[in-house]
């Protein structure tokens, strides 16, 4: 936990509020997001109960799995499920966009949106991608056959938990997850997994404090849990006795009672957090997005993309495991992707940027002296290369000689020159190139001005290269490669 996160959290607990930690959104907010917010059978391995989906507040849709044991209904839910998410993800593939490549000289062609996946909690995340594990090997045919949309079915849920891995994806989220990102209550992150206690900091209703709304909303008989595990009372009690009396009903009447009963029940249990997420929608779409937020978006357009093409190719689905250079390739994908995520995040909000203040990995100041005009002659060809001196109340930790970014130019280097520190004050000179044109001349705003109060950091939203890795052939045996050849004699 950062020093301001720790302090923005005790703030929330003495003022009775969530506190603020963003000033902006950073992550996309579909308008038409789909809503799932599932439950599994207790003490079983990742068995659906049910779930409530919908892309819209009002077009709520319940499917449930009366007996979770029952291999064939649980895979007639799989076969439901199927029809409504692919449904909605076809809907995104209509329309197509052209992106240009290669500097402009030929184009690619991407659809010109995604799908957006909501859950309730990060164990909602585990739901879809295990239950999308236990269904993207199962065959139409041969032996125990499934409905055919159910493997298509396992393909995508398991594309989207991948994409949760991604640092900065917007495909699959957590709400938990989206909303303590840019708020922090006075509770522990564990207690902040339980939706309705982090609403109720974050939002809490009319007369309460962000405590008492977490107390009450402890209370399953008042928010039940769908976490996505049920109340253990409730499933004692309430559940178990309903599932024995369909289970031991002997003609249609009596089931088609009992099966209206389950379907009662469960739909109390997930409706107050339906409604939670779509308050939670609400208080997201408030903040303004994040400058940077549409390209990471482009991204998850990029894979949507990339993997309905691979689906419509006939490609297999992903294996239960990556090989030792596929895992290597992908940590190295997830690696480049959080480094980057992390600096988008502090250039697009200057609360995200002041953790790196106090880390001294960035500073801010005043240009007290500007030299726009100033030209490098000293080698083959004299060069733009302007100074400015920035005057700041802040520790300044960078050595001469290092290389600096604003995040108001990010296309601008700013290398120092002198750090001269002061009585309670640091001038710094940084000698500046690039994001000014070609020629002698500086074009307007490309350089600070005198009374710009400017922001300088060790961090750079450039692009990362990508590690070059071995082929699977030339690995050693233990890492997938080729058995070692053994001489016979």
């Known amino acids: 936990m950062s020093t301001l996160r720790a302090l923005a959290k005790a703030q929330a607990l003495a003022a009775g509020r969530a506190q603020p930690v963003a000033t902006v959104r950073h992550l996309h907010l579909a308008q038409r997001p789909l809503v799932l917010v599932p439950l ?131 495909a699959l989220l957590a709400m938990t997850d989206a909303l303590t990102l840019h708020w922090a209550t006075g509770q522990s992150a564990v207690e902040d997994l339980h939706l309705p206690a982090l609403l109720g900091w974050i939002d809490p209703p009319p007369g309460l404090t962000g405590a008492r709304a977490a107390a009450r909303a402890e209370d399953p008989s008042v928010c039940p849990p769908a976490g996505p595990a049920t109340d253990p009372g409730f499933d004692n009690d309430v559940l178990a006795p309903a599932m024995a009396r369909y289970a031991e009903a002997t003609d249609e009447a009596a089931r088609v009672e009992a099966y209206a009963e389950l379907e009662g029940l469960l739909r109390d249990q997930l409706a107050p957090t339906w409604e939670l997420m779509w308050r939670g929608v609400g208080l997201l779409r408030s903040l303004p997005a994040g400058a940077r937020v549409a390209v990471r978006w482009d991204g998850d357009k990029d894979a949507f993309t990339g993997y309905a093409e691979h689906v419509d190719a006939g490609g297999g689905p992903q294996p239960r495991r990556d090989g030792a250079v596929a895992a290597a390739q992908r940590l190295h994908r997830l690696e480049r992707a959080a480094a980057s995520y992390a600096v988008q995040r502090a250039y697009d909000d200057p609360l995200v940027m002041a953790e790196h203040r106090l880390a001294g990995e960035a500073f801010v100041g005043m240009v007290t002296l500007a030299d726009p005009k100033r030209v490098d002659d000293s080698g083959k060809r004299p060069v733009l290369r302007p100074r400015v001196q920035v005057v700041t109340t802040e520790p300044v930790a960078v050595p001469v000689g290092a290389t600096l970014w604003s995040p108001a130019r990010p296309g601008q280097k700013a290398r120092v020159v002198f750090v001269t520190p002061g009585d309670g004050k640091t001038e710094v000179v940084v000698e500046l190139s690039g994001g000014m044109g070609r020629g002698l001349t500086a074009p307007p705003g490309t350089v600070p001005e005198v009374g710009e109060r400017v922001c300088l950091t060790t961090l750079s939203d450039g692009y990362l290269p990508v590690a070059t890795f071995p082929a699977v052939d030339e690995t050693p045996w233990t890492h997938g490669g080729p058995p070692a050849e053994v001489d016979p004699a």
């Open 40 to 170: 599994t059978l207790a003490g079983e391995a990742n068995a659906p109960l049910a779930v409530l989906v919908g892309a819209a507040p009002k077009r709520a849709r319940l499917l449930i799995v009366p007996q979770p044991r029952n291999r064939d209904q649980r895979f007639a839910f799989a076969a439901e499920l199927a029809g409504i998410l692919l449904d909605h993800l076809d809907g995104f593939r209509a329309v197509t966009e052209a992106v240009p490549v290669d500097r402009g000289r030929d184009v690619r062609h991407r659809y010109a949106d995604a799908p957006q996946l909501l859950v309730p909690n990060p164990a909602g995340v585990t739901f879809l991608r295990l239950f999308g594990r236990s269904t993207r090997f199962r065959r139409p045919d041969g032996e125990y056959p499934v409905h055919p949309s159910v493997p298509l079915l396992g393909r995508w849920l398991t594309f989207f938990a991948e994409r949760a891995e991604q640092p900065g994806s917007s």
